[in-house]
Protein backbone atom coordinates (compact mmCIF):
# COMPACT_ATOMS: atom_id res chain seq x y z
CA UNK A 1 0.00 0.00 0.00
CA UNK A 2 1.54 3.68 -1.02
CA UNK A 3 2.30 5.79 1.58
CA UNK A 4 -0.21 8.51 -0.16
CA UNK A 5 -3.42 5.48 0.19
CA UNK A 6 -2.16 4.89 3.85
CA UNK A 7 -2.21 8.71 5.13
CA UNK A 8 -5.47 9.02 3.09
CA UNK A 9 -6.78 5.89 5.21
CA UNK A 10 -5.33 7.44 8.30
CA UNK A 11 -7.21 10.73 7.42
CA UNK A 12 -10.39 8.92 6.74
CA UNK A 13 -10.23 7.00 10.34
CA UNK A 14 -9.25 10.40 12.05
CA UNK A 15 -12.65 12.29 10.24
CA UNK A 16 -14.66 9.33 11.38
CA UNK A 17 -14.19 9.76 15.45
CA UNK A 18 -14.68 13.23 15.88
CA UNK A 19 -17.48 15.57 13.99
CA UNK A 20 -14.98 18.27 13.79
CA UNK A 21 -11.20 19.09 12.97
CA UNK A 22 -9.37 22.01 12.64
CA UNK A 23 -6.90 21.40 9.57
CA UNK A 24 -3.77 22.46 11.24
CA UNK A 25 -4.86 19.62 14.11
CA UNK A 26 -4.70 17.16 11.68
CA UNK A 27 -1.82 18.40 9.43
CA UNK A 28 0.06 17.72 12.74
CA UNK A 29 -1.64 14.22 13.46
CA UNK A 30 -0.54 13.11 9.75
CA UNK A 31 2.68 14.49 10.24
CA UNK A 32 1.86 16.70 6.83
CA UNK A 33 1.35 20.30 5.58
CA UNK A 34 -1.87 21.42 5.50
CA UNK A 35 -1.77 21.36 1.72
CA UNK A 36 -1.31 17.64 1.47
CA UNK A 37 -4.00 17.30 3.98
CA UNK A 38 -6.27 19.12 1.63
CA UNK A 39 -4.95 16.83 -1.43
CA UNK A 40 -6.04 14.18 0.57
CA UNK A 41 -9.66 15.27 1.70
CA UNK A 42 -9.93 15.57 -2.32
CA UNK A 43 -8.60 12.23 -3.17
CA UNK A 44 -11.46 10.76 0.01
CA UNK A 45 -14.55 13.28 -2.08
CA UNK A 46 -13.97 11.52 -5.33
CA UNK A 47 -14.25 7.82 -3.15
CA UNK A 48 -17.16 8.78 -2.86
CA UNK A 49 -17.10 10.56 1.08
CA UNK A 50 -18.72 13.90 1.55
CA UNK A 51 -16.37 16.08 3.36
CA UNK A 52 -17.36 20.24 4.54
CA UNK A 53 -14.58 22.67 4.57
CA UNK A 54 -14.93 25.56 6.05
CA UNK A 55 -11.98 28.49 5.85
CA UNK A 56 -10.43 30.57 8.17
CA UNK A 57 -8.34 30.50 11.30
CA UNK A 58 -10.69 28.42 13.46
CA UNK A 59 -11.79 26.18 10.03
CA UNK A 60 -11.48 22.95 9.25
CA UNK A 61 -13.26 19.26 7.76
CA UNK A 62 -15.94 17.28 9.32
CA UNK A 63 -17.75 14.02 7.46
CA UNK A 64 -21.30 14.73 6.34
CA UNK A 65 -24.02 11.93 5.84
CA UNK A 66 -24.30 11.68 2.36
CA UNK A 67 -27.39 9.83 0.58
CA UNK A 68 -25.89 6.77 0.32
CA UNK A 69 -22.88 4.50 2.39
CA UNK A 70 -19.79 4.49 1.89
CA UNK A 71 -16.84 2.10 3.13
CA UNK A 72 -16.74 2.50 6.30
CA UNK A 73 -12.62 1.95 7.72
CA UNK A 74 -12.68 0.10 11.06
CA UNK A 75 -10.36 -0.70 13.64
CA UNK A 76 -9.70 -4.53 14.63
CA UNK A 77 -11.95 -3.57 17.99
CA UNK A 78 -14.09 -1.66 16.44
CA UNK A 79 -15.36 -4.80 14.01
CA UNK A 80 -15.54 -7.07 17.06
CA UNK A 81 -17.74 -4.86 18.56
CA UNK A 82 -19.70 -4.20 15.70
CA UNK A 83 -20.28 -8.07 15.10
CA UNK A 84 -21.18 -8.53 19.08
CA UNK A 85 -23.92 -5.76 18.72
CA UNK A 86 -25.47 -7.50 15.69
CA UNK A 87 -25.14 -11.11 17.63
CA UNK A 88 -26.78 -9.22 20.73
CA UNK A 89 -30.00 -7.68 18.56
CA UNK A 90 -30.26 -10.96 16.61
CA UNK A 91 -30.08 -13.43 20.33
CA UNK A 92 -32.89 -10.14 21.39
CA UNK A 93 -35.18 -11.22 19.03
CA UNK A 94 -35.99 -7.95 17.37
CA UNK A 95 -39.34 -6.97 17.02
CA UNK A 96 -38.83 -5.09 13.77
CA UNK A 97 -35.63 -5.42 11.70
CA UNK A 98 -35.11 -8.59 12.33
CA UNK A 99 -33.94 -9.81 8.88
CA UNK A 100 -31.99 -6.72 8.44
CA UNK A 101 -29.91 -7.52 11.62
CA UNK A 102 -29.11 -11.00 10.82
CA UNK A 103 -28.19 -10.36 6.93
CA UNK A 104 -25.73 -7.28 8.48
CA UNK A 105 -24.27 -9.84 10.70
CA UNK A 106 -23.80 -12.01 7.84
CA UNK A 107 -22.06 -9.69 5.66
CA UNK A 108 -19.84 -8.69 8.40
CA UNK A 109 -18.40 -11.93 9.46
CA UNK A 110 -17.91 -12.94 6.12
CA UNK A 111 -14.98 -9.96 5.87
CA UNK A 112 -14.01 -10.82 8.84
CA UNK A 113 -10.34 -12.40 9.10
CA UNK A 114 -9.99 -16.07 11.43
CA UNK A 115 -8.66 -14.26 14.31
CA UNK A 116 -10.94 -11.60 14.32
CA UNK A 117 -13.79 -14.38 14.39
CA UNK A 118 -12.53 -16.46 16.63
CA UNK A 119 -12.44 -13.09 19.52
CA UNK A 120 -16.05 -12.47 17.90
CA UNK A 121 -17.39 -16.22 18.84
CA UNK A 122 -15.09 -16.14 22.01
CA UNK A 123 -16.67 -12.81 23.17
CA UNK A 124 -20.20 -13.78 22.23
CA UNK A 125 -20.65 -16.79 24.11
CA UNK A 126 -19.61 -14.33 27.32
CA UNK A 127 -22.35 -12.08 26.43
CA UNK A 128 -26.09 -12.20 28.31
CA UNK A 129 -27.82 -9.30 27.30
CA UNK A 130 -30.63 -8.89 30.33
CA UNK A 131 -33.94 -9.11 29.50
CA UNK A 132 -34.12 -11.10 26.99
CA UNK A 133 -36.55 -14.68 27.28
CA UNK A 134 -34.41 -17.76 27.35
CA UNK A 135 -34.97 -19.80 24.09
CA UNK A 136 -33.57 -22.42 21.78
CA UNK A 137 -29.58 -21.67 20.93
CA UNK A 138 -29.48 -20.54 17.29
CA UNK A 139 -26.01 -20.67 15.03
CA UNK A 140 -25.58 -16.96 14.12
CA UNK A 141 -23.81 -18.75 10.74
CA UNK A 142 -26.56 -20.31 10.00
CA UNK A 143 -29.15 -16.81 10.76
CA UNK A 144 -26.66 -15.61 8.52
CA UNK A 145 -26.67 -17.90 5.35
CA UNK A 146 -30.36 -18.14 5.62
CA UNK A 147 -30.63 -14.02 5.36
CA UNK A 148 -28.24 -14.09 2.81
CA UNK A 149 -30.43 -16.83 1.11
CA UNK A 150 -33.66 -14.94 1.67
CA UNK A 151 -31.95 -11.42 -0.04
CA UNK A 152 -30.88 -13.04 -2.95
CA UNK A 153 -33.73 -15.38 -3.76
CA UNK A 154 -31.25 -18.85 -3.89
CA UNK A 155 -32.85 -21.92 -3.59
CA UNK A 156 -31.06 -23.88 -0.27
CA UNK A 157 -31.17 -27.42 0.58
CA UNK A 158 -30.89 -28.09 4.59
CA UNK A 159 -31.52 -30.66 7.24
CA UNK A 160 -34.88 -30.51 9.49
CA UNK A 161 -35.41 -32.46 12.82
CA UNK A 162 -38.76 -32.46 14.22
CA UNK A 163 -39.65 -32.07 17.99
CA UNK A 164 -39.93 -35.99 17.57
CA UNK A 165 -36.20 -36.50 16.30
CA UNK A 166 -37.01 -37.39 12.52
CA UNK A 167 -34.63 -35.83 10.23
CA UNK A 168 -35.64 -34.75 6.81
CA UNK A 169 -33.61 -33.54 3.79
CA UNK A 170 -35.92 -30.96 2.51
CA UNK A 171 -35.08 -27.93 -1.14
CA UNK A 172 -36.55 -25.15 -0.07
CA UNK A 173 -37.49 -21.10 -1.65
CA UNK A 174 -36.45 -18.56 1.54
CA UNK A 175 -38.83 -16.14 1.41
CA UNK A 176 -38.93 -14.36 5.30
CA UNK A 177 -37.13 -14.78 8.42
CA UNK A 178 -39.11 -14.30 11.59
CA UNK A 179 -38.22 -13.68 15.39
CA UNK A 180 -41.24 -14.77 17.58
CA UNK A 181 -41.47 -15.10 21.30
CA UNK A 182 -38.26 -17.42 22.09
CA UNK A 183 -37.70 -19.13 18.64
CA UNK A 184 -36.42 -18.17 15.15
CA UNK A 185 -38.42 -19.43 12.09
CA UNK A 186 -37.96 -19.60 8.36
CA UNK A 187 -40.97 -19.51 6.26
CA UNK A 188 -40.47 -21.12 2.75
CA UNK A 189 -41.71 -22.65 -0.09
CA UNK A 190 -41.12 -26.70 0.02
CA UNK A 191 -40.42 -27.40 -3.11
CA UNK A 192 -40.78 -31.17 -3.37
CA UNK A 193 -44.32 -30.81 -1.21
CA UNK A 194 -45.54 -27.68 -3.29
CA UNK A 195 -46.26 -25.80 -0.35
CA UNK A 196 -45.33 -23.20 2.45
CA UNK A 197 -43.39 -24.60 5.37
CA UNK A 198 -42.56 -22.86 8.49
CA UNK A 199 -39.33 -24.47 10.06
CA UNK A 200 -37.80 -23.58 13.61
CA UNK A 201 -33.72 -22.19 12.50
CA UNK A 202 -32.74 -23.88 15.93
CA UNK A 203 -33.74 -27.40 14.51
CA UNK A 204 -32.40 -26.76 10.94
CA UNK A 205 -28.26 -27.73 10.23
CA UNK A 206 -26.37 -28.65 7.09
CA UNK A 207 -27.22 -25.72 4.64
CA UNK A 208 -25.88 -25.81 1.32
CA UNK A 209 -25.85 -23.24 -1.23
CA UNK A 210 -27.72 -24.84 -4.76
CA UNK A 211 -26.64 -20.55 -6.78
CA UNK A 212 -30.17 -21.61 -8.16
CA UNK A 213 -32.33 -18.26 -8.39
CA UNK A 214 -35.92 -18.01 -7.91
CA UNK A 215 -38.86 -16.29 -8.25
CA UNK A 216 -40.28 -14.92 -5.11
CA UNK A 217 -43.97 -16.26 -4.56
CA UNK A 218 -46.45 -12.97 -3.06
CA UNK A 219 -46.48 -12.82 0.72
CA UNK A 220 -47.73 -9.73 2.56
CA UNK A 221 -46.43 -9.51 6.23
CA UNK A 222 -49.65 -10.04 7.43
CA UNK A 223 -49.62 -13.61 5.75
CA UNK A 224 -45.55 -14.04 7.14
CA UNK A 225 -47.32 -12.88 10.76
CA UNK A 226 -49.65 -16.28 10.45
CA UNK A 227 -47.53 -18.83 9.18
CA UNK A 228 -45.50 -17.72 12.45
CA UNK A 229 -48.75 -18.15 14.67
CA UNK A 230 -49.63 -20.94 13.02
CA UNK A 231 -45.94 -22.97 13.79
CA UNK A 232 -45.68 -21.60 17.19
CA UNK A 233 -49.53 -23.24 17.82
CA UNK A 234 -47.37 -26.12 17.18
CA UNK A 235 -45.45 -26.50 20.03
CA UNK A 236 -46.74 -29.55 22.75
CA UNK A 237 -50.38 -28.09 24.30
CA UNK A 238 -51.84 -29.15 27.45
CA UNK A 239 -55.02 -29.50 25.98
CA UNK A 240 -54.67 -31.87 22.28
CA UNK A 241 -57.39 -33.27 20.42
CA UNK A 242 -58.86 -33.84 16.65
CA UNK A 243 -61.85 -32.37 15.66
CA UNK A 244 -63.18 -34.87 12.36
CA UNK A 245 -65.52 -32.80 10.16
CA UNK A 246 -67.82 -33.76 7.14
CA UNK A 247 -65.27 -31.55 4.29
CA UNK A 248 -62.65 -32.38 1.80
CA UNK A 249 -59.46 -32.54 2.16
CA UNK A 250 -59.20 -29.50 -0.39
CA UNK A 251 -62.10 -27.61 0.85
CA UNK A 252 -61.09 -27.98 4.06
CA UNK A 253 -57.17 -26.22 3.54
CA UNK A 254 -58.83 -23.35 1.19
CA UNK A 255 -61.39 -22.42 3.74
CA UNK A 256 -58.60 -22.13 6.70
CA UNK A 257 -55.71 -21.40 4.38
CA UNK A 258 -52.11 -21.37 7.10
CA UNK A 259 -54.41 -22.72 9.76
CA UNK A 260 -55.10 -25.73 8.47
CA UNK A 261 -52.12 -27.70 8.41
CA UNK A 262 -51.51 -31.02 9.86
CA UNK A 263 -55.20 -31.70 8.75
CA UNK A 264 -55.60 -35.34 7.01
CA UNK A 265 -57.78 -37.04 4.68
CA UNK A 266 -59.58 -39.59 6.57
CA UNK A 267 -62.01 -40.70 3.98
CA UNK A 268 -63.48 -38.99 0.88
CA UNK A 269 -65.25 -35.84 2.08
CA UNK A 270 -63.82 -36.68 5.46
CA UNK A 271 -61.02 -34.52 7.40
CA UNK A 272 -59.30 -34.90 11.03
CA UNK A 273 -57.97 -31.39 11.90
CA UNK A 274 -55.64 -31.22 15.32
CA UNK A 275 -57.06 -28.87 17.90
CA UNK A 276 -55.57 -28.06 21.49
CA UNK A 277 -54.53 -25.25 23.45
CA UNK A 278 -53.64 -24.37 26.54
CA UNK A 279 -56.84 -24.96 28.04
CA UNK A 280 -60.30 -25.76 26.57
CA UNK A 281 -60.92 -21.96 26.10
CA UNK A 282 -58.61 -21.99 23.27
CA UNK A 283 -60.16 -25.49 22.20
CA UNK A 284 -63.33 -24.10 21.54
CA UNK A 285 -62.68 -20.96 19.86
CA UNK A 286 -60.82 -22.80 17.14
CA UNK A 287 -63.50 -25.23 16.50
CA UNK A 288 -65.56 -22.23 16.08
CA UNK A 289 -64.18 -21.53 13.25
CA UNK A 290 -65.95 -24.39 11.78
CA UNK A 291 -67.93 -23.44 8.23
CA UNK A 292 -71.53 -23.37 9.42
CA UNK A 293 -73.51 -26.03 8.40
CA UNK A 294 -70.46 -28.79 8.39
CA UNK A 295 -71.28 -31.57 11.15
CA UNK A 296 -67.82 -32.58 12.89
CA UNK A 297 -66.82 -35.00 16.08
CA UNK A 298 -64.66 -33.62 18.47
CA UNK A 299 -61.62 -36.63 20.18
CA UNK A 300 -60.56 -34.91 23.49
CA UNK A 301 -59.28 -35.82 26.80
CA UNK A 302 -62.35 -36.50 28.88
CA UNK A 303 -61.59 -33.87 31.29
CA UNK A 304 -61.59 -31.32 29.27
CA UNK A 305 -64.62 -32.43 27.11
CA UNK A 306 -66.30 -32.32 30.76
CA UNK A 307 -65.35 -28.93 31.41
CA UNK A 308 -66.26 -27.73 27.90
CA UNK A 309 -69.71 -29.42 28.24
CA UNK A 310 -70.28 -27.46 31.47
CA UNK A 311 -69.73 -24.42 30.18
CA UNK A 312 -71.10 -24.94 27.10
CA UNK A 313 -74.62 -25.78 29.13
CA UNK A 314 -74.19 -22.29 31.25
CA UNK A 315 -73.60 -20.61 27.68
CA UNK A 316 -77.01 -22.18 26.14
CA UNK A 317 -78.90 -21.04 29.84
CA UNK A 318 -77.69 -17.81 28.90
CA UNK A 319 -78.71 -17.18 25.64
CA UNK A 320 -82.23 -18.49 26.56
Known amino acids: MSDTTTRALSLLNLLQTHRHWPGTELAGRLGVTER ?13 YRIESTPGAAGGYRLEAGSAVPPLLLTDDEAVAMAIGLRVAASGRLLSGAETTVTALAKLEQVLPAALRRRVNALAETVQPTGIR ?11 ELALATRDHERVRLTYT ?28 DIERDDWRTFRVDRLSDLEHTRVLFTPRDVTPEQVDEFIAVARSWSPQAVAG ?64 STMREALVRMLAALE
Not at 134 to 144: K, Y
Not at 259 to 270: D, F, I, K, N
Open 162 to 189: TASGEVMKRRVEPHALAPAERHWYLLCW
Open 36 to 48: TVRRDVERLRELG
Open 242 to 305: AAVMDLGLDDMRAYFGPWGQGAQSVEPGRTSWPVGGSDFREVMYALAWIPAGVPYTVDLPDEAR
Open 134 to 144: SGAAVSSEMLG
